[in-house]
């Protein structure tokens, strides 16, 4: 898939000015000419300049062309269901990790995606449940990053 370079650009600077309008909204310490908004505001300048000098560099080159085309592979009804399943498995991991917990979930989504290429189910299985099980320890337990628990590990 090619996205025309205009569009492109002033989407990127779309999503500058909605960095600039989220970071105006952080609180500055008192005394301090600057608080923690100062570097998202600058990352969301630069991007409304980059994004805005691509969209007229796009503009100007080609007034002509499509803005998005896409790739032969796009027509295919099984690599479109594939893409769909990527935000249907991140949407389904949010929806049942609170309450299945981590473990089970990620080792359901992995399973599905793995599957989902093509490789065989047993296998996907297991690649997935140690891929769930490190991810658990090493965070969850070791960097201390808050997991849900869920039914299986409520105490970890």
């Given at each position: 898939?090619?996205?025309?370079?205009?569009?492109?650009?002033?989407?990127?600077?779309?999503?500058?000015?909605?960095?600039?309008?989220?970071?105006?909204?952080?609180?500055?310490?008192?005394?301090?000419?600057?608080?923690?908004?100062?570097?998202?505001?600058?990352?969301?300048?630069?991007?409304?300049?980059?994004?805005?000098?691509?969209?007229?560099?796009?503009?100007?080159?080609?007034?002509?062309?499509?803005?998005?085309?896409?790739?032969?592979?796009?027509?295919?009804?099984?690599?479109?269901?594939?893409?769909?399943?990527v935000p249907v498995t991140i949407a389904a991991y949010a929806a049942l990790a609170p309450t299945v917990g981590f473990l089970l979930t990620m080792t359901g989504v992995l399973t599905v995606l793995m599957?989902?290429?093509?490789?065989?189910?047993?296998?996907?299985?297991?690649?997935?449940?140690?891929?769930?099980?490190?991810?658990?320890?090493?965070?969850?337990?070791?960097?201390?990053?808050?997991?849900?628990?869920?039914?299986?590990?409520?105490?970890?």
């Amino acid at each position: 898939m090619r996205i025309y370079d205009g569009l492109l650009g002033w989407l990127i600077a779309l999503g500058g000015g909605g960095v600039i309008l989220g970071a105006s909204s952080l609180p500055t310490p008192a005394g301090q000419p600057y608080g923690p908004a100062l570097f998202p505001t600058l990352l969301g300048v630069g991007l409304v300049v980059c994004g805005a000098s691509l969209g007229l560099a796009g503009r100007r080159h080609s007034l002509q062309r499509r803005w998005v085309n896409l790739a032969s592979w796009t027509r295919s009804p099984s690599r479109q269901r594939r893409v769909i399943l990527v935000p249907v498995t991140i949407a389904a991991y949010a929806a049942l990790a609170p309450t299945v917990g981590f473990l089970l979930t990620m080792t359901g989504v992995l399973t599905v995606l793995m599957t989902a290429l093509g490789r065989p189910r047993l296998e996907t299985f297991v690649i997935a449940l140690v891929t769930a099980g490190t991810i658990q320890v090493l965070f969850g337990g070791l960097l201390r990053v808050p997991l849900p628990p869920g039914v299986l590990l409520p105490g970890f």
